[in-house]
Each structure stands twice: as C-alpha cells, then as structure tokens.
C-alpha cells in the first residue's frame, strides 16, 4: 500500500514515550514529517534522533502544553523545521490514577486540566490559523475508555477525559466550514512504559497485568502499535468524512456488562 501521508507535517504531543511515539513512528513510516512535542527533554531528543537515523524527517520540541507560549514557539518551530501543520495528534496527558474524589486538591485538579483540557486546546488554536488557510486539516483527541465511563478512583483524570470529547465535538462543528476533522482516539488499557511501571510497583507484576488484560474481553491489554494503526486512518484521507466522532479502541472493554 502506497504511504498514507506523503507531504503531510504531522505534531505529535507526548510523542516521546508510549502511545505518542508509537504513532510518531507509525506516521513517518506513512511519509510525513513529524515534531515530537513533549516535556520529556531527554527522551524526545532520542526519539527524534532515532527517527532521523531511520532516513525520516523528524524534529523535536521540549514544550510543557499547558504553556500557551511554549506551545506557540513550539508550532512555529514546526513551520520553520518541516512546514505548515496539517495533523495535530493531541496526546500528551497528566495521568493520575488512585485518587478518590476527597483526596484531590484544587491545585491537583488545575494541574490536570491544564494538561489534560487547556493544553490540547492551545495546540489546537495554534495550528488551526495554518490548517484554516490551507483549507485542509486533521486533529485527533487523545480520550480514553475513561471519557465515557467511570471508574472509581481516577478523579479528575476521568473528568478531563470526559471533557475531551466535548471540545473535540465543539471544535469539530467549527473547524467544519474550512474542512478540518476533529475527532477523537479513545483506548482501553494500553501497555505502555507507565502501565509497566505501575505494575512493576505491585507484588506480583505478572499477575496484576494479566488480571488488567483480563477485564478486555479479548482477554489482553493493547499495545501502543494498535493505537498508531487507528490514529493514522484519523489523522488521514481514510476518515475524510469523519468529524466530531470517537473511536474507542479497547479490546471490547466499554461494551462488557460488569455488576
Ligand atoms: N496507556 C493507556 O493505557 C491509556 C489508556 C487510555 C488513554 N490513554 C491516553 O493516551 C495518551 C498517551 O498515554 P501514554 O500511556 O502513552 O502515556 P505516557 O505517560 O507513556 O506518555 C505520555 C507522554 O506525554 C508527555 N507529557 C506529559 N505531560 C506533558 C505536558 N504537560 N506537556 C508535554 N508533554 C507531556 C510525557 O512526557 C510522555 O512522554 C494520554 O492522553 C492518555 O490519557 C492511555
């Protein structure tokens, strides 16, 4: 099959560490260039030259997203690295898992809309300007199974994740008149280095993970691969009339029936 996204320039948030370079790579494998915007200074300097030594183009930008002017200065190093942005996958997030609903504080829930709501937002604002003048765009919303469901025990995580859908529909009818899709990726449990960690912290890795995978019908936890592939048909002509939607990816855990 033929590259999906030839003289695409592609943003990648959190395109660093396990979803968001997964798709990094995915995309450049599809042809376009790509910045990897993160935090993660060290690892997204190695991704990035990882990528280069592959033969594609690729730069990277350290960029804390709730920060309007990083987020700025991060798209116009994209314009001048590789060109105008014509896909913007909103990935990066503050995951905070085992908080209880009286345990967090004003300043834990700022701090995770600011990344999680605020910052996909102001990236979203600064790569519309070039998206609108080129008539053409694709945004993809990073949600989870956690913007439809609750589970006890990741507020406010899941109330961010919940209010990703909500722009990622407002945006959509907005960003409609000058053909740019917004839409958003939600998964289920993902096995990324964080996930591993997380497990790594119990008594028995083996068996938390495997008790994870077995909440998913299919009987396992995803892989980040299995992101990048659903990402791209998004943040392609493959979804062309595709706007203001979710794609859950989840191995079938948001259609089980749990009492
Ligand atoms: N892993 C899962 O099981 C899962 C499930 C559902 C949804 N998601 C969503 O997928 C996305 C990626 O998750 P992941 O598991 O790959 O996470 P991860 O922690 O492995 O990677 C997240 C990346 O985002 C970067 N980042 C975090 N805050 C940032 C900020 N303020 N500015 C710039 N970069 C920042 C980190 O440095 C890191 O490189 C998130 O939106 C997450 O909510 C993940």
Redesign the pocket.
């Given at each position: 099959m033929s590259e999906r996204l030839l003289g695409e320039v592609a943003i990648v948030?959190?395109?660093?560490?396990?979803?968001?370079?997964?798709i990094a790579q995915e995309f450049c494998l599809q042809g376009a260039k790509v910045c990897i915007?993160?935090?993660?200074e060290a690892?997204?300097m190695q991704v990035a030259s990882q990528l280069v030594a592959q033969g594609f183009d690729a730069t990277f930008f350290a960029?804390?997203?709730?920060?309007e002017t990083l987020v700025n200065a991060m798209v116009a190093h994209t314009v001048a690295e590789l060109g105008e942005p014509s896909i913007l996958i909103?990935?990066?997030?503050?995951?905070s898992p085992g908080n209880d609903i009286d345990a967090v504080g004003v300043d834990a829930w700022k701090k995770s809309f600011?990344?999680?709501v605020d910052?996909m937002w102001f990236c979203s604002k600064a790569v519309y300007p070039y998206m609108k003048k080129h008539q053409r765009g694709s945004i993809v919303n990073?949600?989870?199974?956690?913007s439809f469901k609750i589970v006890p025990g990741y507020f406010p995580?899941a109330v961010t994740?919940h209010a990703?859908i909500g722009l990622t529909r407002n945006m959509a009818v907005e960003f409609a008149q000058f053909n740019i899709r917004v839409n958003a990726?939600?998964?289920?449990?993902?096995?990324?280095?964080?996930?591993f960690k997380s497990w790594d912290n119990t008594d028995d890795p083996q068996g938390s993970r495997k008790a994870m995978g077995d909440v998913h019908p299919l009987k396992r936890?995803?892989t980040?691969a299995e992101?990048a592939k659903p990402a791209l048909f998004l943040a392609s002509d493959d979804s062309s009339f595709m706007t203001g939607q979710s794609l859950v990816v989840?191995g079938g855990r948001s259609v089980i029936y749990h009492d």
């Open positions: 948030t959190g395109g660093a560490d396990g979803i968001g370079a997964a915007a993160d935090r993660n690892l997204g960029v804390d997203i709730s920060d909103n990935n990066a997030a503050l995951i600011s990344v999680n910052g990073v949600g989870s199974v956690h995580y994740k990703v990726l939600c998964p289920g449990m993902i096995e990324t280095p964080m996930a936890n995803g980040t992101i989840d």
